[in-house]
């Protein structure tokens, strides 16, 4: 069965991530009974992409080349017509006029909106270095560029990744784990350094050293030699030159906001939205990856890339539109799998805030409790879920955050997990 | 062969089956079951995709994984001792394996 197209729709969705696709989906569930339709310029079925660097990227090519039976798909096959959503795989949106409420589509077409809501997501920042564009030199984004870099690790034997980042830890765990030689190079002097602490940084630097990967921190790319049009070498600022026949370049990511910049739109770390997750005009939103908004209580902007950051904008968003939204405050938690290592985080780290770990670094399990001006503002678990179901509970509650102190956390007796459930019994 | 039969609060069911081996969770996201979420794509990480496992089938699961058993205490519909899960973590329909059917109960709400 397909869906009716239409020149117009009352809710127009620019993206089908997991923000886009989540925010139609709750807008039923809500009760909105007016026109959706939903933009993508990416052709196929909308898909996850949290496993595209994990579990995909380890699966054998030749199982199948269904999308579906990869495990990757957002939903089901019916899901567009049952939740009455026009969508049209690889329909995108050229341009936005603000005035006339008119979208002008890639195939040239106009296409009317009520209200606008931008889940455009984000795209990868490019190394911009000689060799950049040779063969055998690519990023990870999108379900084309995963199945293209599987089938590439067939072939790999030596592998440069550029970045430590989440993504590129979690595919340099799964290139060393199916028998390649594994180089990362991180300009910073730890991994994932914006998101972590020193503690859970250093942590994870030894285990992927432990498991093999050659770790190069406060080291960038020169350039990237090749044998022709293919890369076989990564060439360092301070003069190295390390073999590579597969070069991945994971240096982060940048709000997809020109669409929203060209349409007027004020963009401040991606598209600037307030609690409502209105942007600066009262017709448009943006949700996800693509927009930075202010946290409840401090007004600080953020800007967040994760999956229940998506999810959790799209479910407010659909309260907001179907009117009985309120402001924007869930406590944002991440994970990631590289290889042993399961890391899963709740709250926001930043540069100098108090660390008293819990558990034992020693032996692969343990949690990072962090603190900001006497507050809990965040906890880092490596293989320890419970204090992390711990941390979602606590940090969602005010009075949790005060009632606990670095002084008593760092107490050799101090359970965590009790605490959560004593102080949330008081509360 | 797997077989699932998805139940809700409202005694409605669903059954969906299919040949390979495949999870409570995904077979549901393909099938279009509602009220199962898997945000995470399948790592015991979210715990969106609780479901109660019907008291028949229990003793042929596998023992409950550590990681698991710490994140059924974050689900957002109350948790069983006995009968909750993660639908992430259930494989029916394994070649060899003691599974081959199940009845699962969809909890009122995942998030």
Redesign the interface.
Known sequence: MTTATTAEADIVVIGAG?AGMQLVDSLRSEGFTGTIALMEAQGGVPY?R??LS??FMASDPDASDDS??Q?????????FA?KRVDFVPGRAVASVNRQSHLLTLNDGSRFGYGRLVFATGAINRALTVPGAELDGVVGLKTLADAGQLRERLRQAERVVVIGAGFIGLEFAAVARASGCAVTVMEFNDRPMKRALSATTGNYCAAAHRERGITLLLGEAVDSLPGDGAKVNAVRTVSGMTIPADLVVVGVGVAPADELAQAAGLVIDNGISVDGMLATSDPDISAIGDCASYPIAGTGARVRLES??NA?EHA?TLARVLTGHGSAYDAVPWF?S?QGGI?L?IAGLFAPGDVEVTLGSPEQGRFSVLLFRDGRLVAVESVNR??D??AA??VLSSETACQALTAEDAADPDFDFKQFSRSIMVDA | MAKIIYQNAAGLSRTVEQDAPVTVMRAAIENGVDGIVGECGGQAMCATCHIYVDDRYLDALQPIGDDEAEMLDCTAADRDEVRSRLGCQILVGEAGGHLDEIVVTVPSTQV
Do not use: D, S
């Not at chain 1, 990757?72 to 899901?79: A, D, S, T, Y």
């Open positions: 997991h996850q949290p496993p994990k579990e579906a039976k495990g990757v798909v957002l939903r089901g096959p019916n899901f049952e999956v229940q999810t479910r994970w799998v399961r899963q879920a419970a992390h179901v979602r509970r």
